[in-house]
């Protein structure tokens, strides 16, 4: 994403804040559901001073971790609606997670109200230097033919990077 449009996303996402929250008192929490140094965790950090600038109110940065998201995302559900927490989640977990674990506690639509997007990522492919694939159909074959070769790291399971790598070890040759 270029850093005009991450500027203007985090821009919306100040002035509706200051809009929901004018009213309140104490902090603004951020709750990002998954680990801190994550991407997710750096935006969060990277909007914060601006958003605490913007609104005169301190903003914090609460991680909670744990089973694809859905730990930040049920307790963000639970907070009081005064429009001083707000929940830093990717697709995954407030879209994904409700429609593959029943008992995930909350649906995307009933329980949340999207404020804004602050970001998007592209997802890569990408191989070695090394490898003798030099495009996603080479890549394919060569694991076909040595699945040794196939291994890739997703950071949560069934997450869009596992759907990616499900799907392409499922495309033809």
Avoid: C
């Amino acid at each position: 994403m270029h850093k005009r449009h991450f500027l203007a996303a985090a821009a919306g996402l100040l002035m509706t804040a200051a809009a929901v929250a004018q009213d309140a008192n104490g902090p603004i929490k951020i709750v990002v559901p998954f680990a801190a140094g994550g991407a997710t965790d750096a935006a969060a950090h990277h909007i914060a001073p601006k958003l605490a600038k913007e609104l005169g109110r301190p903003v914090i940065i609460e991680n909670k971790p744990g089973a694809s998201g859905q730990l930040g995302s049920a307790f963000v559900r639970a907070a009081p609606a005064d429009g001083s927490t707000y929940l830093l989640a990717l697709d995954h977990s407030v879209v994904v997670v409700p429609l593959i674990t029943p008992t995930a506690g909350y649906d995307a639509v009933r329980d949340f109200v999207p404020v804004g997007q602050v970001l998007r990522f592209q997802w890569t492919f990408a191989v070695p230097t090394s490898s003798p694939a030099t495009t996603l159909g080479e890549f394919v074959e060569l694991v076909r033919k040595n699945p040794a070769h196939g291994n890739y790291g997703v950071p949560l399971q069934g997450g869009v990077p596992d759907i990616i790598g499900a799907a392409i070890s499922k495309r033809p040759a």
